[in-house]
């Protein structure tokens, strides 16, 4: 890390790679730079060729000076890494499809059957309503299908509203949903819509891994009051991902454009006025020595006032963990949804 002198020169942060002995370890130069990545004054050079040692790198190969020159001397910047575009929400509530009949239960038998996009299970006034969004398929297997912590509450006799998204598009959201509109911030106005029709008592957004990564972002856009998020994603960028050798999402984010966003979780939940509970597996999935990329993610926005992080013994699978122990429903009953009295 190489930082400038002068109030009016920019910070450079160069980052490397774990090595060839730990090609799938998490890329902590990658995890600790990025913590910087909204500071107007910091400037990005990555070396994915070079270890840890990447100022020897760089002087084994006669590129340090350069960067010393530009960053002391405004010198023309050797490696410019141009930072993602900033995605400006658009807003207006297009048309909102007829609320429930219009969208099948959400029971085990239609999850089963359905290829929609939006399951209901019920809108009753005044009920706690979660908003459950499921995670991205992976090998044909989505995690967030079903809700069976409804059952729960129904069995003490407390009626909770379900509402569960999928991304068929697999486009993180933001290419919308069958029937909610054609991006992420058509989701958002037509939620608020149903919000404010129904008049919950609470609203929670729940979701893992990609889901994770939509009920943090949606949880802002909608003021859902607590969002519940295990594994989550906290940033979409397919070379980042690379860089920390993260190959879980590699489909999806491969696939967002340039109109796709907001990509970076940690500028949205900045402004965010509830409470964000990050569940997150501390152990690596394979070998020893690895990171656990689910940390990470959960690390970079852990510092936000905002945010609850709370790391498990487990590898990559912190929903698995919590439901075989039946404790998703109890911290849910907890104070994660406000239940009627």
Not at 63 to 88: E, G, M, S, T, W
Not at 241 to 264: C, I, S
Not at 325 to 341: C, F, K, M, S, V
Request: net charge negative.
């Amino acid at each position: 890390m190489i930082w400038a002198p002068s109030s009016r020169a920019k910070a450079s942060i160069t980052w490397t790679f774990a090595g060839d002995g730990a090609r799938n370890a998490v890329n902590l130069d990658v995890m600790h730079s990025r913590r910087y990545a909204d500071l107007y004054c910091v400037q990005y050079h990555d070396y994915p060729e070079a270890e840890h040692a990447v100022t020897h790198w760089l002087n084994e190969r006669d590129r340090f000076d350069a960067i010393l020159q530009h960053c002391l001397f405004d010198a023309p910047d050797p490696a410019p890494q141009p930072a993602p575009p900033a995605i400006k929400l658009r807003t207006g509530a297009p048309w909102l499809r007829t609320w429930p009949e219009s969208f099948p239960a959400l029971s085990e038998d239609a999850i089963a059957k359905s290829e929609e996009d939006v399951l209901v299970h019920r809108i009753t006034p005044h009920a706690p309503l979660a908003i459950v969004f499921a995670d991205t398929p992976n090998d044909g297997a989505a995690r967030f299908d079903t809700f069976p912590e409804r059952e729960h509450f129904e069995a003490r006799g407390w009626g909770v509203n379900c509402i569960l998204l999928r991304d068929s598009r697999q486009r993180a959201w933001f290419a919308g949903c069958e029937g909610m509109g054609d991006d992420i911030d058509s989701v958002a106005a037509n939620l608020r819509r149903l919000i404010t029709k129904c008049e919950p008592s609470s609203v929670v957004c729940i979701g893992q891994g990609m889901g994770g990564f939509a009920a943090l972002l949606v949880a802002v856009m909608i003021g859902a009051e607590t969002v519940l998020a295990f594994d989550p994603l906290t940033v979409l960028d397919a070379q980042l991902a690379t860089l920390w050798h993260d190959e879980r999402y590699f489909n999806v984010l491969n696939k967002l454009t340039t109109q796709d966003g907001p990509r970076d979780l940690m500028t949205a939940l900045r402004r965010y006025r509830g409470v964000a509970h990050i569940v997150c597996s501390a152990q690596a999935q394979g070998s020893p020595d690895a990171g656990s990329h689910s940390a990470v993610h959960a690390q970079r926005v852990a510092m936000l006032p905002c945010v609850n992080m709370t790391p498990l013994p487990t590898a990559q699978d912190a929903l698995g963990w919590v439901r075989e122990r039946g404790l998703l429903a109890t911290w849910l009953e907890q104070g994660h949804i406000t239940l009627p009295t």
